[in-house]
């Protein structure tokens, strides 16, 4: 299933992120992302907030 992940990222500004991520379930959903979003920034999960987890229509 495809969910639609919205939150920022706590890091000079707060910079907002809408991400779309294949998952198995809204927690699978939330770790891909933090993943994602980690790796690609260089960012600890403490700096990136999710807000919103939402089935993709």
Do not use: P, W
Not at 4 to 26: C, M, P, R, Y
Not at 27 to 54: C, D, M, P
């Amino acid at each position: 299933m495809k969910y639609i992940v919205t939150g920022s990222i706590i890091k000079g500004d707060n910079q907002s992120f809408n991400l779309e991520v294949d998952a198995k379930s809204e927690k699978h959903a939330k770790e891909l992302a933090l993943i994602r979003l980690g790796s690609k920034g260089a960012l600890s999960k403490f700096q990136i907030t999710i807000s919103k987890v939402a089935k993709k229509a």
